[in-house]
């Protein structure tokens, strides 16, 4: 059924291309139309003009075309990818980094709560450590 539908649409298709148009001249206006004249009208038949001829060279230029396209798109795949790899290595180090600073902070602020509970002789040592711990998280921290 499809196919008899298909070659009917290509064949009123076909017919379409192949009429004939009408020039008619009407109280010295010109109109053009896919049927006859009116009556009292004068009326000249102009046959529809042939499709023109399939230049060879065009198809060349456009699997010429398409294969570039081709090789652009597949080269814009590559590209995508190589960038999708690096940010995800990017974002891996910043979260490895930011665990790294979280820890440092944390380690910064127990020497800190150390130091202040320190008492005696180990009041020094204790704010030897914190400030270590400081100078430590500044080197790997920087904000």
Known sequence: MKLLIMVLLW???AAAYAQS???C???GKVSYSDTPCAAGAQMATLDAPAPPKADPSA???LKRQRKQADALEKARLKQQ??????STRAAQ???VQR????KLKLNKRWADE???RATGQATEAARLRAHRAGEAMALECPR
């Open 11 to 13: 064949a009123a298709t």
């Open 21 to 23: 148009i009408y020039k």
């Open 25 to 27: 001249t009407m109280n």
């Open 59 to 61: 198809a060349r230029d």
């Open 81 to 86: 990818e190589r960038d999708d790899r690096d």
């Open 93 to 95: 180090a910043a979260a």
């Open 99 to 102: 665990k790294k600073c979280d």
């Open 114 to 116: 150390d130091a202040r």
